[in-house]
């Protein structure tokens, strides 16, 4: 599989506007050329590398002015939505690409895919929730400098590239659409998320029936001005008053226009959205 993918890869990232040229060298690393001279090695890696072995290869490229990029084989990332400490070296990866690995496979449709994983912090130490996000389309490759103050082992300034794909945790519709895959599996026996560009999660289940003696969960009638304020929030209607709050002041964070990274015009497009629902919300329900 790794040299299927370095193959398509390296033919891939040869066709990047800003490439010059790209090839394998003897060492099984591909090396990329851009137009303004920026030399650029890009590793497979089929095994988790330690932080210092990691901070070796940074110090030897950055010394003679080469930039670094690390893709992993997609077996070694926890699964998608599990809870969980994911080790030393893939948090140094994640650190070092701002927030997110690179993966690489051979998808089933038997091609090969890059794809790229989030670690969301939910307030533990060494425990993230596992964010899978859309494939990446291979049409940059901007080399930056990085300074990485932890983990202490990788602390330093940096050489590296990435594949210029976008935060795709911090896009509203993606954390919107989680947010209510999570929901939904409280009331489900399990979940899985589809990985797919919209953020849509997909149910593996039907709804569990209510214990005896208990009443169903409330439900607003479908496509009900209440049932898609909900929506608007990531949520369905069985959120509870704490939830549609938190869920409004999570989504304030990343749409209000001045702080959101969308076009201003957008950003006030969906705040203002967001917001409506969370009054009618309230209203509705007396809270």
């Known amino acids: 599989m790794k040299d299927i993918v370095r193959n398509w890869l390296v ?28 030399l650029i090695h890009i590793y497979l890696l089929s095994e988790i590398i330690k932080p210092r072995g990691l901070k070796k290869i940074l110090q030897e490229n950055s010394r003679v002015g080469v930039s670094s990029l690390f893709i992993i084989d997609s077996a070694l990332a926890p699964q998608d939505g599990v809870k969980a400490d994911p080790g030393e070296g893939l948090m140094a990866l994640h650190t ?60 330093g300034d940096w050489l590296t590239a990435n594949l210029g794909s ?11 659409g ?7 599996a409280r009331t489900t026996r399990s979940y899985s998320w589809s990985k797919t560009t919209n953020g849509a999660g997909k149910l593996d289940s039907e709804e ?40 409004f002041r999570n989504l304030a964070r990343t749409l209000h226009p001045d702080v959101s990274e969308l076009p201003k015009e957008e950003a006030e497009r969906k705040f203002k959205a967001m917001s409506e629902a969370y009054t009618f919300i309230k209203l509705t329900k007396g809270w």
């Open 11 to 38: 033919k891939k990232i040869g066709q990047i506007a800003s490439v010059r040229g790209s090839a394998v060298n003897r060492d099984g690393v591909i090396v990329a050329v851009t137009w303004s001279a920026t």
């Open 96 to 155: 070092l690409f701002k927030d997110r690995l690179y993966t690489y496979r051979i998808d089933e449709k038997g091609q090969p895919a890059i794809g790229q994983v989030h670690f969301k912090s939910f307030g533990r130490t060494n425990e993230y929730e596992v964010w899978y996000g859309p494939d990446v389309e291979i049409a940059h490759l901007p080399a930056y400098r990085t300074w990485i103050r932890q983990p202490n082992a990788m602390k």
């Open 166 to 176: 976008e935060s795709f945790w911090r896009q509203p519709d993606y954390s919107a």
């Open 178 to 184: 989680r947010q209510a895959s999570r929901q939904q």
């Open 208 to 247: 569990e029936a209510p214990r005896a003696g208990t009443s169903p969960p409330y439900t607003p009638p479908r496509n009900s001005k209440l049932e898609r304020s909900y929506a608007e929030l990531g949520l369905t209607g069985v959120a509870t008053s704490e939830e549609v709050k938190s869920a």
